[in-house]
Every structure is written in C-alpha cells, then in structure tokens.
DNA sequence: GGAAAAGTATACAGGTCGGTGCAATGATGC
DNA sequence: GCATCATTGCACCGACCTGTATACTTTTCC
C-alpha cells in the first residue's frame, strides 16, 4: 500500500515536526534525542536509523527554515510593508521565540561552525529579498537600504525575543516607512498616485 | 595585612572574570562550572563557597553588564551617533560574540524565567538613555524614535553576531542619521547652524 | 511462504553535568 | 598559641547526554 521510500520520508517528517518544535521551543542544547524519539512515539533507535547523529537533525532542522517567503502580487513597496505585518502575526504567536537561525548561532559553543553557515546563508537570502523589491523600486541604493530593512527585521525579531511585546514589528514598520520615504519611495499612501513623483 | 572581607570580594572578581570570558564567548550551557573553576585555579569546592550554585554565577555574570554607558559631555544628537560608532569598536575586537543578554536569553530552555528579566531592564536602561538624549533635543516623539535607535542596535548586534562584519554598525549609524533627519534634528553637519532651524 | 528490512524494548557504554561530603592543610585574627 | 576560617584534593552522587548493542517482533517485497 504505502511505498518504502514514501514510508521512510513520512517518518523523516514525523520526526523532523517533533524536533523543530523542541528544537525551537527550548533550544537545541537543551532538547536531547531521547525527548524527540519519545514526542515522536518511536525508539532512539528508530530516529538514529533516520538520522545518524544529532548534528544531522539539527541541520535538517535548520535547513527546514531555510525557505524563501512566499512571493506576493503587491507592488514592491506594499511587499515590503507587507513583510513587517507578516512580522507582526509571526509575533503574535504565543509559540514565537525568536529566529531560529540567530538562537542557534548564540547557543553555539564554537564561533565558526556549520550552523553559523546556514544561519549567513538564511539572513543574506532575505536580505536580496528585500534588495530585489527595492531595485524593482528604482531606489538609488538598494542595497544599502535592504541592508536597514534587514536591521529592522533582526531589531525587531530580538526585541520580541526579550520583550515579548509584539507590537515592536509596527515600530519596525513605522521605521520601515521613514527610511523608505527618505530614499524617495512613496509609500506611505500607494493608492494616491496623482502628481507627487 | 589584607581583610577577610576584601579578600572574599577580591575572589569573587577573579571567578566572575573568568565565568565573564568563557559565559559570553561560548555560551551559558556550554560552560561547566568545573571548567570556570579550573580557569580561575581553584577547586570547585571553593567555587561553591562563593556562588552557592551555577545560577547564581549566570545572575552575577549578567550583572556585572547592566552598567549604562558613559555619559560623555557631546551634544545630544553627536552623542547618540557617538553610541553607534562606540558599537562600531566593539565589534571590531575579535573576542565579540553579540549581545549577552540577548544570548542567555536565546539559550535559555524556559521562556520566562529571572534572565528575561535582567535582559529587559538592560534593553529598558538603553531606551531610556536614547530617549533622553531625544527628549533634549526637542523631537516630537522621543520615546518613538528611541524605539527605533533600539532597533537599529539589536538588529546590528544580532547581524554582527551572525555575519561576523562590523561595518554593519557604520550602516546602523546611516539609518539612524535618516531617522533622525526625518524627526527634526539636524545632525549631519552639526558644526554649522546658522540658518536652517 | 519466506527472506529481508524496519520497527520495538531494554540495557549499556562512556562521558559530562551540577552539586555534595569529608578529611587534611594552610592562613588569619585575637 | 589557638580557634576559626578558607581552601584543597578527591571521591562521589544522581541525573542526563550521545550513541551502540542485543534480541525480538512486525511489516513489506517477491
């Protein structure tokens, strides 16, 4: 009925949901494999089949992140508004607890290991996310202004960490829309489009 | 020749240098309290004697970063750039390893316990001192925008933290000088005030 | 049906962790 | 000098960690 390999990533996903959501809740040290084996309902032995070490569940774990945000038909500068109010609900979540990336690079022993890589990889994706919008925009410096997108984001993302307030991702926004201002974007009011170039 | 009391404190700063170096560069769970022990030269017994368990150490390592920051005799508006370019040494030096606050938090398996606490009073603490640095220069809305200064030095802290490049500070200190442009304040060429109010 | 794969439970190895007990040694204060 | 205190080394505890070994049962494939 069920094919060996569909069976086999079935259970990949099954224990990658269990690791993520210890992963993330309560950090990756802290979380051990005999936890994840028993939230999955399996034997260690079972988990260690499907992953060989620790270390490969926390990379699978990281890279599970790793996804691009979803593209949307706004124009580029409600996008990026957009993507500050998405911020907000992601806050809102009572189960938020920060970046994952960002957690997993402060818990980590040693400075320059293999999750710092993919953590650099994650923050500059979205950073040419943003740096994409603002080039469709015709700014005259996408980048240096993706790059204060970016600090708003992380800003935001470690005050909510330590906070716990989540209206800090409207402060962001709110920031958000002065710096775009200033780089000669109009977006505080897009549907008004009369004559103020 | 030397009193019983100031010894005691004079050990105590010698544990607390050592739980300082290794906590911050490789994080709270990854250091033991044998090896602070074997770092400071003393047994753990003694260790014990004057931290009477590993949270106490962790309370009295954070402590010991909650002094706010030297109040220089700048005007206020070189005085906040000043803060950014201050960040901007501290990241250079190789031993940086972001915000220690931020981190214990981060690292921290339950979400609201005493760490949180001391990481919020700090972040308040530096809030404060940008938004009475605003509340001289007269902006509109001080508390808002020093949200915003916050902003800016978390989010390059954790960038820092992740990419290991310090002239990111350098582009916190533009967006700031955006934001407080767009607020009123003439901090661009400080020097020269005759004329544009 | 029967072999092969994958799952199970249990136990264990070897290590580190935070924290304690204890006897002995050294320094301090009066 | 003597009592008191700090410190030491070392063993030890129980708990937890990653990872493995064994032996048994279930499922799947052909």
Redesign the pocket.
Known sequence: ????AE??SL?QERILRSADRLFYAHGIQAI????IAADV??????L??HF????DLIRAYLERWSQPPASTELPPAERILAEFDRLERTFSQPSYRGCPFINAVAEAAEPADELTRLAIDFKKARRRWFASCLAELGVPDPERLATQMMLLVDGAVATMLVQGDASIARAARDAAEVLLTAAGVAARRPRVSHGEA
Chains 1, 2 share one sequence.
Do not use: C
């Open positions: 009925m069920m094919l060996r069976a086999k259970m051990g494999v005999d936890t309902g399996i034997s260690k032995r079972t260690y089949n060989p070490s620790k270390a």
